[in-house]
């Protein structure tokens, strides 16, 4: 039976709760694909509206966090059935499920508060670890390999395309002279060797911000995967079905903006939801958060 009252819940807080389910507008016996579960924050509050007899598919490309998430959703309102993968392969993990079509799908791209949290995934700047970055800890080149293995163009090109470093070219030369003498392994010799050379920005910005996004959206591939997920949506939604998708910047913003204008789709934010002040005091990290939904018109 569903507990009527929410349980106790990861470190993360889902940003634009309420925004979400108006977006996604759940309704008793639909199926809802959560793409990025996480810590099952949205997923909790969507199952609720499942019941009776809806499912709720939540994938994560992270274990730790499908742990987290099968705490959390221990106790809902309707079936959920957990995914270990990549949303960049939607089409085949549903086919896997043997679920033709569903009725929504949520992303809530990026990272979790707990991985940032955890010193040893290596994606805080602000803790010493190893300098993995990858949310799937599993697959691809941590973030310590691309640095050391990459050449000085190529991770000039990286922090500008991810992260719009203005001192792209000097930190990556500072790199390349670094890891002559040592490797670069750990997220403090990285965050130290940018604020070496990269001024502090006005509001005070950490001047490794910018150049820990760049590098954790290269090793996770992380517009790319967003690309296959819009690509696959109309594929995988019945008509009518809805994706609402939040994003942390405008990289990825201007991919789902761009992918609802053009494609099979009825736009339903005209502008992208943000958070309102009181969330943002509660809920720093929903600042930078914009949602953006749409309606399949017909199906591919
Ligand atoms: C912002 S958190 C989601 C939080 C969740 N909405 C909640 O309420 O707890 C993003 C999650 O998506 C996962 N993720 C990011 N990119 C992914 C991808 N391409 N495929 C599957 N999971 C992904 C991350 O591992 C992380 O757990």
């Not at 549903?94 to 994606?123: H, I, M, N, Y």
């Not at 990858?134 to 163009?153: T, Y």
């Amino acid at each position: 039976m569903a507990s009527v009252s929410e349980p106790a819940s990861p470190l993360h807080i889902p940003v634009l709760p309420l925004e979400v389910l108006t977006w996604l507008d759940p309704q008793p016996g639909q199926i809802i694909v959560d793409a990025t579960v996480g810590g099952g924050g949205h997923a909790w509050r969507i199952a609720q509206r499942l019941a009776p007899n809806g499912l709720l598919i939540g994938i994560d490309q992270d274990e730790a966090m499908l742990d987290l998430a099968r705490a959390t959703l221990k106790e809902t309102a309707v079936p959920v059935t957990l995914v270990h993968g990549n949303f960049a392969q939607l089409r085949q993990l549903l086919d896997a499920l043997k679920v033709e079509r569903v009725d929504g799908v949520l992303a809530d791209l990026g990272f979790a508060s707990d991985q940032l949290a955890d010193p040893q995934r290596g994606l805080s700047f602000q803790s010493e670890g190893p300098l993995d970055m990858r949310l799937d800890p599993l697959r691809g080149e941590p973030a310590s390999r691309l640095v050391n293995r990459l050449s000085e163009r190529e991770l000039a090109d990286i922090f500008w395309r991810y992260g719009e470093e203005r001192f792209r070219r000097r930190v990556a030369r500072r790199i390349v002279e670094a890891r002559r003498r040592q490797p670069i392994t750990t997220t403090t010799q990285l965050a130290e060797l940018v604020r070496r050379c990269v001024p502090r920005g006005r509001g005070g910005i950490d001047p490794a911000t910018r150049i820990f996004q760049a590098l954790r959206i290269a090793v996770n591939d992380e517009l790319g995967a967003l690309e296959q997920l819009l690509k696959q949506l109309p594929e995988c939604l019945k008509p009518k079905g809805r994706a609402v998708i939040i994003s942390f910047h405008s990289l990825e913003d201007r991919l789902v903006k761009n992918a609802f204008r053009s494609g099979p789709w009825e736009v339903l934010t005209r502008k992208p939801v943000t958070a309102s002040e009181a969330e943002i005091t509660t809920n720093p990290r929903s600042r930078s958060a914009k949602l953006r939904a749409a309606r399949l018109r017909c199906v591919a």
